[in-house]
């Protein structure tokens, strides 16, 4: 397997938060963010395997890489990768990628071979799928932003607007789950699949919404007045938005932690490593990460 630059450097970077004991509650103790790897264009898409490997994505460059927590390496997992952006592992250990040279959702089963899950939408190509999260029946929320690609032939989005759509569990059907985005970017669900958090970039704004037994969204509320690029949660209820460095938010909007990323933009976030306790942040050219008390809850 090829390999890239594997730098494991620790760099001390100031944690700022609200309290001490917000550090004691979140932040293992004398824990510092640590640079795991760099040498790419722009880092993005972080998703954890079941074992506890965490997939990334270097979306210039057109592959997606692999942290391997046994070793602590980083390696280049496949290339080229459709231009993958936002990924998540779904039930079965196959991994889903936001492919986004051809508008594409994938999933790429463990010998690599990829099944195109979705092409369009009622003949149209989509904006460019960004983030996705799988909700406990298999069924998968993505966003749907137009971000203009150099890659692409086309100069103008095919659909008018920029939505959240869910595609079923049997991936017959795709519905139409939010439309009054000006920009949707992160989504994450909680374990339970009753609630999921949606960021509008494009309107510097987050809400969550619960999920009703159809699969649709209902009780939309403002979460909190940012946006966010990818997000995460963690076993306490906690969100995590990206954007500058990684803010922290409680269950009910309150922002409780800021760490702050020595680089210009925050993509992404999720939790990885064996037990789901080391916090992965792609930012830049760069994949970091932080030990923390709490974990994911893949």
């Known amino acids: 397997m090829k390999k890239v630059l594997n730098v494991f450097l620790v760099i001390p970077i100031l944690l700022s938060l609200s309290c001490k004991s917000l550090q004691t509650s979140l932040i293992a103790k004398d824990a510092e963010v640590q640079l795991v790897s760099s040498g790419y264009s722009f880092t993005e898409g972080p998703a954890v395997a079941p074992n506890g490997d965490v997939f990334f ?83 998968i929320y993505f966003t749907d932003p137009f971000y203009k690609r150099p890659y692409w032939s086309r100069t103008e989005q095919e659909l008018e607007k920029q939505n959240v759509y869910y595609l079923t569990p049997d991936k017959k059907d795709i519905i139409t789950v939010a ?3 000006v920009r949707p970017n992160g989504i994450i669900g909680n374990k339970e699949g009753n609630l999921v958090y949606v960021a509008d970039i494009g309107d510097k704004k987050t809400y969550s919404y619960t999920i009703n037994p159809d699969a649709s969204l209902g009780n939309k509320t403002l979460y909190t007045n940012m946006g966010s690029d990818g997000m995460t949660m963690d076993n306490q209820g906690n969100v995590y938005l990206t954007g500058n460095g990684v803010t922290v938010f409680n269950p009910k909007g309150e922002q409780i932690l800021h760490i702050p990323i020595d680089q210009k933009w925050t993509a992404n976030v999720t939790f990885g490593g064996k037990d789901q306790k080391t916090l992965f942040i792609t930012a830049m050219n760069s994949l970091y990460s932080l030990k923390m008390n709490v974990k994911g809850i893949r």
């Open 179 to 181: 439309n009054d985005y």
């Open 57 to 139: 994505t270097d979306q210039p460059n057109d592959r997606i890489l692999k942290w391997t927590a046994k070793d602590n390496t980083v390696s280049v997992y496949m290339e080229p990768s459709g231009r993958s952006n936002g990924l998540y592992f779904d039930h079965d250990g196959n991994l889903l990628a936001c492919a986004d040279e051809k508008n594409e959702l994938w999933s790429i089963d463990p010998n690599k071979n990829v099944t195109v899950l979705i092409e369009d939408f009622q003949g149209k190509k989509l904006n460019g799928p960004n983030d996705l999260w799988v909700d406990p029946k298999g069924g």
